[in-house]
């Protein structure tokens, strides 16, 4: 079933959409999508996206039921850049936590870099608080194909719901 808000539509993201989202990242980055969407099977994950009257991927994001006990995990958050700051990010945000609240779970986190000043204040703006912090690692892409492991630090942030 998908939301309505203006010209656009929120549903699940599905494998078929994979080839659609380049804009969220390298290959690296889809592979890892993909390896979520294996686990949406599972009930460990929910993956949405927000799409367009056309009917593309315009924005998406996960949520991960296994990472954090009694929480529910928004992670892989990204708009198309040509879209930013027209809400979508919010608008994907508050289907999430509705998605986390119908598991009858309260509460919702997520991490943010701290070279991510804007998105951590949207985070913050919709209630967000940081809570702790944690190690984060995963495969990076260059523009040649070369991967590398970024490890770096990430704030948790966490909101009652």
């Not at 929480?71 to 998605?99: F, K, N, P, V």
């Amino acid at each position: 079933m998908s939301e309505q808000s203006n010209e656009f539509a929120i549903d699940d993201l599905t494998s078929d959409d994979v080839s659609r989202i380049g804009w969220s990242g390298p290959p690296t980055h889809l592979r890892s999508v993909r390896a979520a969407l294996e686990r949406v099977a599972t009930g460990e994950v929910e993956y949405l996206c927000i799409r367009d009257a056309s009917g593309d991927p315009v924005a998406k994001g996960g949520i991960d039921y296994a990472a954090h006990p009694g929480a529910g995990t928004l992670w892989q958050l990204a708009t198309r850049e040509d879209l930013r700051s027209r809400g979508l990010g919010t608008l994907l945000i508050a289907a999430a936590e509705d998605r986390v609240r119908d598991r009858g779970i309260r509460r919702a986190v997520m991490g943010v870099e701290e070279n991510n000043p804007r998105a951590r204040a949207l985070y913050e703006r919709l209630g967000y608080v940081e809570y702790g912090g944690e190690a984060a690692e995963w495969d990076q892409e260059d523009e040649h194909g070369a991967i590398t492991r970024y490890r770096t630090e990430i704030a948790l942030l966490g909101k009652d719901l």
